[in-house]
């Protein structure tokens, strides 16, 4: 079993920064890709961004120049620099992780318990 932990979030002036972390534990023997999503209040939750194992990106055009995905493979851990957040940023934003459990390529996929991004404008 895979746990993702988020931390982070938290309330901020619009064109403030925030940096979120989540990392996995538990039976991880690799990761695969590693995204972030977030669901504001009303809507369905959308993909913000995501990071292969190679450090490839890719991002939601709402984000692109403002929101920085990145990875530290040695310690199963991702990141999202937000700047110049703005009040439809607001949202809890979701952790997620793809790879194997083991050897034998069990699969997983996991999520985290979210973490609250609140935008004051």
């Known amino acids: 079993q895979v746990q993702l932990v988020e931390s982070g979030g938290g309330l901020v002036q619009a064109g403030g920064s925030l940096r979120l972390s989540c990392a996995a534990s538990?039976?991880?023997?690799?990761?695969?890709?590693m995204a972030w999503y977030r669901q504001a209040p009303g809507k369905q939750r959308e993909l913000v961004a995501t990071?292969?194992?190679?450090?490839?990106?890719n991002y939601a055009n709402s984000v692109k120049g403002r929101f920085t995905i990145s990875r530290d493979n040695a310690k199963n851990t991702v990141y999202m620099q937000m700047n110049s957040l703005k009040a439809e940023d607001t949202a809890v934003y979701y952790c997620?992780?793809?790879?194997?459990?083991?050897?034998?390529?069990?699969?997983?996929?996991?999520w985290g318990q979210g973490t609250q991004v609140t935008v004051s404008s």
């Open positions: 990071i292969t194992s190679g450090g490839s990106t």
């Open positions: 997620n992780a793809g790879g194997f459990v083991d050897r034998r390529l069990q699969p997983f996929v996991s």
């Open positions: 538990g039976s991880v023997f690799s990761i695969n890709a």
